[in-house]
């Protein structure tokens, strides 16, 4: 167990639709990060949020947003979705991103999402 | 470009067979390199890492990988494999941008499966 909690653990959804999935990171941990994994395109960086704002972005889409709250829990935003929305998605956080000791990012077991 | 190239996409070995996983790294500063396995319908485990100092790093389950900056590889290692480490192993480089931007970058993974 990493500690990073993701739910839901399984969604079914319509195309159109919007999801939104919930993230919560390691006590302690400031910084909250979402990926996405598909048989296409494997693992990607889509967004970090640190302490509540946001610090860099990856391959995220513009139907995509993502907040991070100020109780640190993150959650990703998914609208207007499209069968090739159906992923893995990935939360996982660390502690801080400006240390160069060593920072670790743990992952949650993600959320499944199928959009038909 | 900053780039994680894992060369395997499915390696089977026997059942107490050594096994070696490959993987190539594309960076423009010290990398700073993760092991992470996933197992059937989980997230990602950390294994092992490496940030500096021994290039021989110790993990996990038994496993260990060994920097090789002439090489730019990070190749994972373990002497007796065992059934439950069926799963997909998955490289990954990360750093630190001047905004404190903390990313992974992954490799494509590689799907282990052992053989009795």
């Known amino acids: 167990d990493s500690g990073v909690t993701q739910t839901p653990k399984h969604l079914i959804t319509a195309t159109g639709q919007r999801v939104t999935l919930r993230c919560s990171p390691r006590s302690g941990d400031l910084s909250v990060y979402w990926y996405q994994q598909s048989l296409d395109q494997g693992l990607q960086f889509l967004i970090q949020y640190y302490n509540g704002e946001e610090r860099a972005k990856g391959n995220i889409l513009e139907r995509f947003s993502a907040q991070q709250f100020p109780d640190l829990h993150s959650e990703l935003n998914l609208s207007s979705l499209e069968l090739g929305d159906s992923a893995l998605y990935f939360c996982a956080s660390s502690e801080d991103p400006l240390s160069y000791s060593g920072n670790t990012i743990y992952f949650g077991e993600g959320s499944w999402l199928t959009v038909v | 470009a900053q780039s994680v190239t894992q060369p395997d996409i499915h390696i089977t070995v026997s059942e107490g067979a050594s096994l070696e996983l490959r993987c190539n790294y594309s960076?423009?500063?010290?990398?700073?390199l993760f092991w992470y396995v996933q197992s059937p319908g989980q997230g990602l485990q950390l294994l092992l890492k490496?940030?500096?100092?021994?290039?021989l790093v110790q993990g996990i389950k038994g496993f260990e990988a060994e920097f090789k900056r002439s090489q730019s590889s990070f190749n994972l290692r373990k002497p007796s494999v065992h059934w439950s480490d069926a799963a997909e192993y998955f490289c990954a480089v990360g750093g630190f941008s001047s905004g404190g931007y903390n990313k992974l970058i992954f490799g494509a993974g590689t799907r282990l499966a052992v053989h009795p």
């Open positions: 490496y940030f500096s100092g021994d290039t």
């Open positions: 960076y423009g500063a010290t990398p700073y």
